[in-house]
């Protein structure tokens, strides 16, 4: 089906583990960014894409590493979680550059323990 | 830090009443975007409106800017039950293509 898929919905995992949360768009969209949210805090900025192999570091960048090497998937890896990474994690995807209408995924509700 | 901030956090409101929702900003902006969020969904573009504009409309939607105090308002008329989601506004900028949210305003409608 067409839009952007994140996986898995649901992750729980250790502190100290490497754990990467995949987002997929099938529309070609240029840009894509990750957001984490928390209570209190609205969206916060990890980092963004403006096309495969361009990435740039948001307000939040540390403890997180992305990679574009396609157009259409957007990795985000915590290399060592901690428990302050327990978040809800959204992808999403935008076709112009001004950021008209992003279209977001259903999120990853991740628990580090 | 965040550009936007709403106001007011939250806001209960009868079905078939008016819901206002204000987000002020710090920084100058190319355009300015209200989403929508249900319960354990992501966030759903509902309505833009650039930096030139004063007002938009969309349906139950009206919008207004005001860049010169740096805010804008959201009002969703005759609410239904359905309306009960957060808000956020988020900003974009024309030195770069990403936007900022805020922390949005919680409304529920009650039946």
């Known amino acids: 089906d067409a839009g952007i898929t994140q996986s898995p919905r649901y992750k729980i995992t250790e502190t100290g583990r490497q754990v990467t949360l995949m987002c997929h768009q099938t529309?070609?969209?240029?840009?894509m960014f990750w957001y984490r949210q928390d209570l209190g805090h609205g969206l916060r900025l990890i980092y963004y894409?403006?096309?495969?192999?361009?990435?740039d570091k948001g307000e939040v960048p540390d403890g997180y590493v992305v990679s574009r090497s396609k157009t259409e998937n957007f990795p985000l890896t915590l290399e060592s979680a901690t428990r302050s990474q327990t978040s809800v994690y959204f992808c999403?995807?935008?076709?112009?550059?001004?950021?008209?209408?992003?279209?977001f995924g259903s999120g990853t509700r991740l628990t580090v323990v | 830090s965040q550009q936007g901030e709403e106001d007011p956090q939250a806001l209960s409101i009868q079905e078939g009443e008016n819901a206002t929702m204000n987000c002020s900003y710090k920084?100058?902006?190319?355009?300015l975007q209200w989403y929508r969020q249900n319960s354990g969904r992501g966030l759903v573009h509902l309505i833009l409106?650039?930096?030139?504009?004063r007002e938009k409309h969309s349906g139950r939607l009206r919008v207004t800017l005001d860049t010169s105090k740096k805010s804008s308002s959201l009002l969703i008329t005759a609410s239904r039950a359905a309306d009960t989601a957060s808000y956020f506004c988020?900003?974009?900028?024309?030195?770069?293509?990403?936007?900022?949210f805020g922390a949005g305003t919680t409304v529920t409608v009650r039946a």
């Open positions: 409106i650039r930096s030139n504009e």
């Open positions: 894409s403006a096309a495969a192999d361009i990435t």
């Open positions: 529309w070609s969209h240029s840009y």
């Open positions: 920084t100058s902006i190319n355009n």
């Open positions: 988020a900003t974009g900028s024309s030195n770069d293509y990403k936007l900022s």
């Open positions: 999403a995807s935008s076709e112009l550059r001004t950021g008209d209408g992003y279209t």
